[in-house]
Nanobody, 125 residues
Framework: VQLQASGGGLVQAGGSLRLSCAVS????????MGWFRQAPGKEREFVAR???????SYANSVKGRFTMSRDNAKNTAFLQMNSLKPEDTAVYYC????????????????????WGKGTLVTVSS
């Protein structure tokens, strides 16, 4: 399984970016996808997760500003980031968790099996 994140870049505070994560290789009938980020000098942190049904969960720091979605037919997930702040600056990683049906809802938010290489998001003040 390979995950390819794209869409990062430089944006001014208050601006928007849309990240994409394409899944290739072996795919599964149901799986969760997530976004995480790691700022310079900090540990990686959870940003958002989406279940196969479209149900989403967000970190408090991004709730109301970020929206995660997915296109199951294209095995792709998205992260729409609005009202960006300098503290959102980080390398953003997408990840995938194999799971089964309604059991996907019970998986801890940060529990992932596969990780992609990150895409850098820089928000200038």
């Amino acid at each position: 399984v390979q995950l390819q994140a794209s869409g990062g870049g430089l944006v001014q505070a208050g601006g928007s970016l849309r990240l994409s994560c394409a899944v290739s290789g072996r795919t599964f009938s149901s799986y969760n996808m997530g976004w995480f980020r790691q700022a310079p000098g900090k540990e990686r942190e959870f940003v958002a997760r989406i279940v196969w049904s479209g149900s989403t969960s967000y970190a408090n720091s991004v709730k109301g500003r970020f929206t995660m979605s997915r296109d199951n037919a294209k095995n792709t997930a998205f992260l729409q980031m609005n009202s960006l702040k300098p503290e959102d600056t980080a390398v953003y990683y997408c990840a995938l968790k194999r799971c089964s049906g309604y059991g996907c809802y019970e998986v801890p938010l940060e529990d992932m099996d596969y990780w992609g290489k990150g895409t850098l998001v820089t928000v200038s003040s």
